[in-house]
């Protein structure tokens, strides 16, 4: 498999990975995937965390993977390392790789870095021990060829790919000139079991085998949604993940519901052992199913798509998912429901829009890898809209 393509073996892992003791408890969580580099979009998360603090509310934010890929520019870059790094976080594959970028240069150039730097402060040191819980990954230098570390489906074009790979090329070189910021990437755990309420939530990055996995894609879920995949170009030899496969990674984890991101679009579903999906042809029957109340088992995969970009036709929003012991629907929800006492939303990211095109286009103007692979979806959305997110019946707020 060429680069950008593989999964390297330390990001693989097994659903029992979600057994161990919750190391986060939370009132209301933010899970925050795929930021990728957006400063005008962290910031309104961090303002919409204090609108609900001033209403008597504690927030936590989780980053859960690739806040890194459009800040290739210095100030960006460290800007948004420094400030997720004050939260919780999670290795993506982009941070996983340039948790490595020291490794693939000299020693030369790496005392040069060195010198160029000033000396990390007291609080630059506590942010990164803050954040040295979890499993450390091991080493990537005997994987040259994992790029990105994106695992790209087959469906996916050889041109996406290659300029993935030039993208985190030109990021490593920024981590470079911070190596107090490469390790406290390093440091970042893969998977985080997270307590809300009495249920215990799964929060990973790609899917509950790897951290670059596609099986919790939404083209790649049962029943299947055709239009998208013909869309996407998805093949009959792709891989189905079918409801008795998430099912036993529900009950490997013992988790209510696994928070996701990495497969850049978003949707959520809800899971129960009564029900056989195989014996539904398309997703729209599945959002005609009778109202899940009267399930009593029901568990949930729920993937944000995109924190800082667009994940609907037509839309130039992020999104974010939101887990809280706090039965209200938020007035500004997209799609959610009521599980296990808990409240699941999708709440979407209305960053300034105007400033991020600016900053965008500053670092990948016309004609560079990123601006050609993600230039449309960041001003238009992509060919996908929220009915296709919203996989189930909806319990009434």
């Not at 996406?160 to 107090?180: C, G, H, M, W, Y």
Request: net charge negative; hydrophobic share 35%.
């Amino acid at each position: 498999m060429s680069a950008g393509r593989t999964c390297p073996l330390h990001y693989r892992y097994q659903p029992e990975i979600f057994r161990s003791k919750a190391t986060l408890h939370a009132e209301t969580l933010y899970v925050i995937g795929g930021l990728y580099g957006n400063p005008d979009a962290l910031e309104t998360i961090l303002n919409m965390k204090a609108e609900e603090e001033r209403r008597g509310q504690t927030v936590t934010l989780l980053f859960n993977g690739d806040f890194n890929w459009f800040n290739r520019d210095a100030e960006s870059f460290e800007q948004i390392n420094r400030s997720v790094l004050q939260h919780f976080a999670l290795q993506g594959n982009v941070e996983a790789e340039l948790s490595q970028s020291l490794e693939k240069v000299s020693p030369t150039e790496i005392n040069k870095t060195e010198i160029n730097k000033t000396e990390t402060n007291s609080t630059e040191t506590n942010i990164i021990e803050t954040n040295s819980t979890g499993p450390v990954p091991q080493s990537s230098a005997s994987n040259p060829d994992a790029g990105c570390g994106c695992n790209y489906p087959s469906y996916v074009s050889q041109g996406v790919v290659d300029r993935s790979n030039t993208i985190a090329q030109e990021l490593e070189k920024q981590a470079r000139a911070f190596p107090d910021i490469v390790e406290g990437l390093k440091a970042l755990p893969r998977t985080m079991t997270v307590e809300i309420g009495t249920q215990r939530i799964g929060v990973l990055h790609g899917d509950p085998e790897s951290m670059a996995g596609w099986k919790f894609s939404v083209e790649a879920m049962e029943p299947p949604d055709r239009d998208l995949r013909t869309s996407l170009g998805w093949s009959k030899d792709e891989e189905n993940t079918t409801e008795s496969q998430v099912w036993d990674y529900f009950q490997r984890a013992n988790v209510t519901a696994f928070a996701c991101t990495h497969t850049c679009l978003p949707f959520a579903q809800d899971f129960r052992p009564s029900v056989d999906f195989s014996q539904h042809e398309s997703a729209n029957q599945l959002r005609d199913f009778p109202n899940p109340k009267q399930f009593e088992d029901r568990r949930i995969v729920i993937n944000n798509g995109s924190a800082g970009m667009a994940n609907f036709q037509g839309t130039t929003f992020g999104l974010l998912t939101r887990i809280s012991v706090h039965p209200k629907r938020p007035e500004a929800s997209l799609y959610g429901t009521s599980l296990a006492n808990l409240r699941f939303d999708a709440l979407p990211i209305h960053f300034d829009m105007t400033r991020w095109t600016n900053r965008f286009l500053n670092n990948w103007p016309e004609g560079s890898p990123a601006h050609t692979s993600y230039f449309g979806r960041i001003q238009n959305g992509p060919n996908f809209w929220v009915e296709q997110a919203r996989r189930w019946q909806p319990v009434p707020a």
